[in-house]
């Protein structure tokens, strides 16, 4: 739906405008000209919001970030969200103020933007001046479209590479180094084998560098229950990970995944290892920098997350010498007749950075934008400065062993310093796998230098799981078909109306019933949890999944062409 519908939040947080950062222009004088950008690199500065935390981000004054303003003229004037936020209560401040950045990467607070109309339809600025967008993106055009009753352009999907192929797995659940070896690096397949690894090596080791061990340890700090809790269920169980749905392949229906008789078993499984005493009984209660803090100690012996997750905390031990600490990746399902779909292609979609009214010149930001999706741009920001980064030999990128052994192992430095991985939501990308013209891998992660990135503690690991990467472990995505719905986290829900009502209410049962399920009795589980299926359906649910089916089979028909009914 079109995005001009007065934004129901701002009678609510007009009291907030003054908590808008003084960085973000305002929308009321903005004199938008969409044809004369300039193309010289004069200086200029662009504010930015991105609603994901960016703890390394120096200001542009790392290496690559220089690279670009030498060759764009732009500098960046960032913020970023902090915490696990995910940008939702910024962006509702900005909707209400009326004051935006130039830029923005909203996530999936775009569409309260959009009915704000705070968003530029990108479309022409794309066709007029950006060939290198145009280029990329080619046939996956169609996907950067908003909707088939709104067909613009909000957003350009920068957090998925085009044509990206996996070549190694950072999800799953993860079981730590030292634990693996200790126990002679024992199969782990089932919930059942996971458990199983943690229990043997707590009870041998209770405490760890004078701190009791800690078996297994969940995020359950705001949004991030969803990736260390209530997403796995779905894993675990078979189906890939469609935020709070479950998507009928053959009839596109939806449903909130927590209906599935199979996952009650998965937090079933939850209820039993906090009863064992095997589960950190602080996960529900800690916050995420207490958890992360418990990480880096090298105490927690399991994890059920993804590696982008609980990265700084890694990070952490490896600059404390402590390889063995860091953790390896399984596949773990319920049982053995269920796959893990962490592999299923999505295809192109996925979050995207936009341009908003406030901007003065949308010409040079879609330019700015173009140059760093060309080749040179997309060279610069995943390999780094030539002669520093990596050299060219017999025609080939390579990184030094110098270089290579402070990106793995002082790795939070090596991001501050270099900028390398600091802006890849700046411009659309080729995925990894893809090649140059000139034969070179676009990215850094491919087979020899994911291998090369290794711990001597992960390849020995691997090697004993006669594997080369953890991909090797896992379903490879030909088991499975392209998701014809893309990723539906990126797909925007209605802002207004009942959907968001029911939405909100059935979010605050979930993270007030699954923790109460998971922390209850052994007796009181079922109760707990076929209550909490019943106080869904009573605030809505079948009616917001209902509306949520229809949005899924348009997405489809959009994405596909096929006349979905």
């Given at each position: 739906m079109k995005g001009k519908r007065t934004n129901k939040l701002a009678a609510l947080i007009v009291s907030a405008m003054l908590l808008i950062s003084a960085g973000c222009s305002s929308s009321g004088d903005s004199a938008v000209n969409y044809e004369t950008g300039k193309d010289e690199t004069s200086p200029i500065t662009f504010t930015f919001f991105g609603a994901d935390a960016s703890p390394n981000w120096n200001n542009m004054q790392d290496d690559v970030g220089k690279a670009i303003t030498a060759k764009t003229g732009v500098t960046l004037e960032a913020e970023y969200d902090v915490g696990s936020g995910g940008g939702q209560n910024k962006?509702?401040?900005?909707?209400?103020?009326?004051?935006?950045?130039d830029l923005i990467y909203a996530k999936g607070e775009l569409g309260a933007l959009i009915d704000a109309g705070a968003i530029l339809d990108l479309t022409d600025l794309i066709d007029k001046h950006a060939p290198n967008i145009k280029k990329v993106m080619s046939?996956?055009?169609?996907?950067?479209?908003?909707?088939?009753?709104?067909p613009a352009i909000y957003a350009i999907p920068t957090n998925v590479g085009v044509g990206e192929q996996i070549f190694d797995a950072t999800s799953g659940f993860q079981v730590q180094l030292r634990v693996l070896k200790e126990l002679g690096y024992p199969e782990i397949k089932t919930v059942q084998d996971f458990e199983n690894v943690l229990k043997e090596y707590a009870a041998k080791h209770p405490t760890t560098d004078g701190q009791p061990t800690i078996p297994l340890t969940l995020n359950a700090d705001d949004w991030k229950i969803m990736i260390t809790v209530t997403n796995q269920a779905a894993f675990t169980t078979g189906i890939p990970g469609d935020g709070e749905y479950y998507v009928n392949p053959d009839t596109y229906e939806a449903m909130l995944h927590y209906k599935r008789p199979e996952e009650k078993e998965y937090f079933r499984w939850l209820n039993h290892m906090y009863n064992e005493g095997l589960l950190d009984k602080d996960s529900f209660v800690q916050k995420e920098d207490q958890y992360k803090a418990k990480i880096a100690s090298g105490r927690v012996l399991g994890l059920t997350s993804v590696k982008w997750e609980y990265q700084d905390a890694e990070n952490a031990l490896k600059t404390a010498g402590k390889e063995e600490y860091t953790y390896g990746h399984f596949p773990v399902t319920m049982g053995e007749q269920y796959k893990d779909h962490t592999m299923q292609s999505i295809g192109v979609d996925g979050y995207g950075i936009?341009?908003?009214?406030?901007?003065?010149?949308?010409?040079?930001?879609?330019?700015?934008?173009?140059?760093?999706?060309?080749?040179?741009?997309?060279?610069?920001?995943?390999?780094?400065?030539?002669?520093k980064h990596y050299n060219i030999e017999d025609g080939k990128r390579v990184i030094p062993t110098d270089v290579l052994n402070q990106k793995v192992n002082d790795a939070t430095n090596f991001t501050k310093q270099s900028g390398i991985n600091l802006y890849p939501i700046f411009g659309v990308r080729y995925g990894d796998g893809v090649k140059d013209s000139t034969g070179n891998y676009y990215t850094t992660n491919f087979p020899e230098q994911i291998i090369a990135g290794y711990s001597d503690a992960e390849k020995e690991t691997l090697a004993a799981y006669n594997a080369t990467t953890w991909k090797d472990l896992f379903p490879s995505k030909d088991e499975f078909p392209v998701k014809e719905w893309g990723a539906l986290y990126n797909m925007q829900v209605p802002t207004d109306g009942d959907y968001q009502i029911i939405y909100k209410k059935t979010q605050d049962i979930v993270r007030k019933r699954i923790p109460e399920a998971v922390l209850a009795?052994?007796?009181?589980?079922?109760?707990?949890?076929?209550?909490?299926?019943?106080?869904?359906n009573q605030v809505g649910a079948e009616k917001m999944e209902q509306e949520y089916t229809e949005l899924v089979k348009a997405r489809v028909s959009l994405f596909t062409g096929k006349d979905v009914q």
């Amino acid at each position: 739906m079109k995005g001009k519908r007065t934004n129901k939040l701002a009678a609510l947080i007009v009291s907030a405008m003054l908590l808008i950062s003084a960085g973000c222009s305002s929308s009321g004088d903005s004199a938008v000209n969409y044809e004369t950008g300039k193309d010289e690199t004069s200086p200029i500065t662009f504010t930015f919001f991105g609603a994901d935390a960016s703890p390394n981000w120096n200001n542009m004054q790392d290496d690559v970030g220089k690279a670009i303003t030498a060759k764009t003229g732009v500098t960046l004037e960032a913020e970023y969200d902090v915490g696990s936020g995910g940008g939702q209560n910024k962006i509702a401040l900005m909707a209400a103020s009326g004051q935006y950045p130039d830029l923005i990467y909203a996530k999936g607070e775009l569409g309260a933007l959009i009915d704000a109309g705070a968003i530029l339809d990108l479309t022409d600025l794309i066709d007029k001046h950006a060939p290198n967008i145009k280029k990329v993106m080619s046939e996956n055009m169609n996907r950067m479209k908003y909707s088939n009753d709104d067909p613009a352009i909000y957003a350009i999907p920068t957090n998925v590479g085009v044509g990206e192929q996996i070549f190694d797995a950072t999800s799953g659940f993860q079981v730590q180094l030292r634990v693996l070896k200790e126990l002679g690096y024992p199969e782990i397949k089932t919930v059942q084998d996971f458990e199983n690894v943690l229990k043997e090596y707590a009870a041998k080791h209770p405490t760890t560098d004078g701190q009791p061990t800690i078996p297994l340890t969940l995020n359950a700090d705001d949004w991030k229950i969803m990736i260390t809790v209530t997403n796995q269920a779905a894993f675990t169980t078979g189906i890939p990970g469609d935020g709070e749905y479950y998507v009928n392949p053959d009839t596109y229906e939806a449903m909130l995944h927590y209906k599935r008789p199979e996952e009650k078993e998965y937090f079933r499984w939850l209820n039993h290892m906090y009863n064992e005493g095997l589960l950190d009984k602080d996960s529900f209660v800690q916050k995420e920098d207490q958890y992360k803090a418990k990480i880096a100690s090298g105490r927690v012996l399991g994890l059920t997350s993804v590696k982008w997750e609980y990265q700084d905390a890694e990070n952490a031990l490896k600059t404390a010498g402590k390889e063995e600490y860091t953790y390896g990746h399984f596949p773990v399902t319920m049982g053995e007749q269920y796959k893990d779909h962490t592999m299923q292609s999505i295809g192109v979609d996925g979050y995207g950075i936009s341009i908003t009214t406030a901007c003065k010149d949308p010409v040079r930001a879609i330019k700015f934008i173009d140059w760093l999706s060309s080749d040179e741009g997309q060279v610069l920001r995943n390999w780094g400065i030539e002669g520093k980064h990596y050299n060219i030999e017999d025609g080939k990128r390579v990184i030094p062993t110098d270089v290579l052994n402070q990106k793995v192992n002082d790795a939070t430095n090596f991001t501050k310093q270099s900028g390398i991985n600091l802006y890849p939501i700046f411009g659309v990308r080729y995925g990894d796998g893809v090649k140059d013209s000139t034969g070179n891998y676009y990215t850094t992660n491919f087979p020899e230098q994911i291998i090369a990135g290794y711990s001597d503690a992960e390849k020995e690991t691997l090697a004993a799981y006669n594997a080369t990467t953890w991909k090797d472990l896992f379903p490879s995505k030909d088991e499975f078909p392209v998701k014809e719905w893309g990723a539906l986290y990126n797909m925007q829900v209605p802002t207004d109306g009942d959907y968001q009502i029911i939405y909100k209410k059935t979010q605050d049962i979930v993270r007030k019933r699954i923790p109460e399920a998971v922390l209850a009795k052994s007796g009181d589980f079922d109760k707990i949890y076929d209550a909490f299926i019943a106080e869904l359906n009573q605030v809505g649910a079948e009616k917001m999944e209902q509306e949520y089916t229809e949005l899924v089979k348009a997405r489809v028909s959009l994405f596909t062409g096929k006349d979905v009914q």
